[in-house]
């Protein structure tokens, strides 16, 4: 069964440090997109960062990068330079290659302490 | 650009009423999709659509209807609703290219069934 394993259901990470956050994800499919979005106490999901599977080079989008590793399967989110703004539920998400559906995990929820 | 709009934000119901949930977005983005965030999980996927007049079910879709007549719009319907469906409804659209795959999600719409 395809499935997104989130373990870390709560962390603190002290201001100006870096994150990371767990992601393994189970699919028998060789191509497939792993995602990363932030939802913070408003409510809305903000889209963080793409890998694709047949990328070689780990994806970074300013102070996040997705440290991909595929034969341990999984995508794990770093958040360099932490600020009290990333405090937020965090959630890993796949889409396997030929379907439209996307698998999220259950969250792991960050609070950045100042 | 509004990006992706939903309305109602808040409903309260009760159980046994119908009400639409309507959901537009102006990025031409052929996939939308349906979801259901119940309290301290992640997103569970309820319809999606790859395009007008193609629906089909995600992983949770016994309740809901969808329709999809003009690519912009996705309303979601609810017949006879139980407590169950208590929870927050977010629609998104995506658009996907060989460099990147990515949902854009609306604000939500907290529902109450009472």
């Known amino acids: 069964a395809q499935k997104i394993t989130q373990t870390q259901p709560g962390m603190f990470v002290q201001e100006k440090e870096a994150v990371t956050l767990d992601c393994t994800y189970d699919t028998s499919d060789q191509s497939y997109g792993l995602f990363w979005y932030k939802q913070p106490s408003s409510g809305e999901m903000i889209f963080l960062i793409y890998?694709?599977?047949?990328?070689?080079q780990n994806a970074t989008e300013g102070r996040y990068s997705l440290n991909f590793q595929k034969a341990r399967k999984s995508a794990n989110l770093v958040i360099s330079a932490s600020q009290l703004g990333d405090s937020a539920m965090y959630f890993c998400a796949m889409r396997p290659s030929g379907t439209y559906k996307y698998i999220f995990g259950t969250g792991t929820r960050l609070k950045v302490l100042a | 650009n509004a990006g992706v709009t939903q309305t109602p934000k808040f409903r309260i119901l009760k159980i046994g009423q119908s009400m639409t949930l309507q959901c537009t977005q102006d990025m031409n983005h052929n996939y939308m999709y349906w979801y259901r965030q119940d309290p301290g999980m992640g997103l569970k996927l309820i319809y999606y659509?790859?395009?007008?007049?193609?629906?089909d079910k995600g992983e949770v879709p016994n309740g809901y209807n969808v329709s999809r007549s003009t690519t912009e719009d996705f309303p979601l319907r609810l017949e006879l609703a139980a407590p169950s469906q208590t929870s927050v409804y977010f629609c998104?659209?995506?658009?996907?290219?060989?460099?990147?795959?990515?949902?854009?999600f609306g604000p939500g719409t907290r529902l109450t069934v009472l």
């Open positions: 890998q694709g599977s047949y990328d070689e």
């Open positions: 998104a659209s995506s658009y996907r290219d060989r460099a990147t795959d990515t949902q854009y």
């Open positions: 659509s790859v395009g007008a007049g193609i629906t």
